[in-house]
């Protein structure tokens, strides 16, 4: 009797090892599945934010092109555009105030203002709280448009769209993918005096347009 229980003690603890090694399995994975989805989701806002830095390109460019202006700095805009909601600029080329500004009287919230009353990009121009609204980025900070000093920008510098919020290693990628990598230097920066980004760290990724 003694033997026969000791035998089915001893099956007992091979089956619940095996169990074991099925779940650690399926743990492994389920795991392997969620960073993998991770990666193609952090792959896709990367992908949007450059698609959109593209698109708000060609919309600035469009609109010199039709107006001989910089949208937001546009001195002829309510003229132009048959809008007298939206102000004017002053007409200097530069993208004036914060890019994440929260006064519609500066330039930086009047360029969405104007691109979206010459229907050169989405959203409401009927109104002012329409007009003037900043569009979130894929990583859920604000993106604007600026020539103050930013991120290694110095001031009028350029008229720069800028991202808020944008992790390291999407920084990194995205500067790379359309300039040098570098957050201090090009087209593309991230920082003022860092020398390469970190992965721990958010950066307002800022890039040149026009």
């Given at each position: 009797?003694?033997?026969?229980n000791?035998?089915?003690?001893?099956?007992?603890?091979?089956?619940?090892?095996?169990?074991?090694?099925?779940v650690?399995?399926?743990?492994?994975?389920?795991?392997?599945?969620v960073?993998?989805?991770?990666?193609?989701?952090?792959?896709?806002?990367?992908?949007?934010?450059?698609?959109?830095?593209?698109?708000?390109?060609?919309?600035?460019?469009?609109?010199?092109?039709?107006?001989?202006?910089?949208?937001g700095?546009?001195?002829?805009?309510?003229?132009?555009?048959?809008?007298?909601?939206?102000?004017?600029?002053?007409?200097?080329?530069?993208?004036?105030?914060?890019?994440?500004?929260s006064?519609?009287?500066?330039?930086?919230?009047?360029?969405?203002?104007?691109?979206?009353?010459?229907?050169?990009?989405?959203?409401?121009?009927?109104?002012?709280?329409?007009?003037?609204?900043?569009?979130?980025?894929?990583?859920?900070?604000?993106?604007?448009?600026?020539?103050?000093?930013?991120s290694?920008?110095?001031?009028?510098e350029?008229?720069?769209?800028?991202?808020?919020?944008?992790p390291?290693?999407?920084?990194?990628?995205?500067?790379?993918?359309?300039?040098?990598?570098?957050?201090?230097t090009?087209?593309?920066?991230?920082?003022?005096?860092?020398?390469?980004?970190?992965?721990?760290?958010?950066?307002?990724?800022?890039?040149?347009?026009?």
């Amino acid at each position: 009797m003694k033997e026969i229980n000791e035998r089915k003690w001893n099956q007992q603890r091979a089956f619940t090892l095996v169990e074991l090694a099925i779940v650690l399995v399926i743990v492994g994975l389920l795991l392997g599945g969620v960073l993998k989805g991770q990666a193609m989701i952090d792959s896709a806002r990367m992908k949007r934010a450059i698609q959109d830095y593209k698109n708000i390109s060609a919309a600035v460019l469009t609109y010199r092109d039709q107006y001989k202006s910089w949208p937001g700095d546009d001195n002829r805009a309510q003229t132009l555009l048959g809008n007298t909601t939206l102000l004017n600029g002053d007409g200097d080329g530069r993208v004036d105030g914060s890019y994440a500004s929260s006064d519609d009287t500066n330039e930086s919230r009047q360029f969405w203002y104007h691109l979206r009353a010459a229907d050169m990009v989405t959203g409401s121009s009927a109104d002012t709280a329409g007009g003037t609204l900043l569009p979130s980025n894929p990583w859920g900070g604000q993106t604007g448009v600026t020539s103050s000093a930013i991120s290694g920008f110095a001031l009028g510098e350029a008229n720069t769209l800028c991202y808020g919020l944008v992790p390291g290693d999407a920084s990194r990628n995205i500067d790379t993918q359309l300039d040098d990598g570098v957050p201090t230097t090009g087209k593309v920066r991230g920082h003022a005096s860092d020398t390469s980004y970190d992965a721990s760290s958010n950066y307002t990724l800022c890039l040149v347009i026009g």
